[in-house]
């Protein structure tokens, strides 16, 4: 499965961004699906995933209450909702996908397939 994230760009804290990840290649539904963030000099961290037909969720303690995974399968589309932004989640954003967990994938290394990229800026 090919995957390209967008939708990222400048915002000021407090503002709110929707990203979205495009997939392409084999039968979406069929993966469970992820959003990372990489900020300069630190490690890539999960945000949140998504099981295969998007009834579960997970998000990690940073960003729950202001972020939301979400996905349309008959759209072959993932989403990262995100509100409340602060400086602080200033990150390169990536979406990443796995067809090895049929659950939440909530380790990174179980994810085969990665998108390019999106820079968020949160300006205070």
């Known amino acids: 499965v090919q995957l390209q994230a967008f939708g990222g760009g400048l915002v000021q804290a407090g503002g709110s961004l929707r990203l979205s990840c495009a997939a392409s290649?084999?039968?979406?539904?069929?993966?469970?699906m992820g959003w990372f963030r990489q900020a300069p000099g630190k490690e890539r961290d999960l945000l949140a995933a998504?099981?295969?037909?998007?009834?579960?969720?997970y998000h990690a303690d940073s960003v729950k209450g202001r972020f939301t995974i979400s996905r349309d399968n008959a759209k072959n589309t993932l989403y990262l909702q995100m509100n409340s932004l602060k400086p602080e989640d200033t990150a390169v954003y990536y979406c990443?996908?796995?067809?090895?967990?049929?659950?939440?994938?909530?380790?990174?290394?179980?994810?085969?397939?990665w998108g390019q990229g999106t820079l968020v800026t949160v300006s205070s």
């Open positions: 990443a996908a796995t067809n090895r967990y049929i659950g939440v994938p909530v380790t990174t290394n179980l994810y085969a397939y």
């Open positions: 290649g084999r039968t979406f539904s069929a993966y469970g």
């Open positions: 998504i099981s295969w037909y998007g009834d579960k969720t």
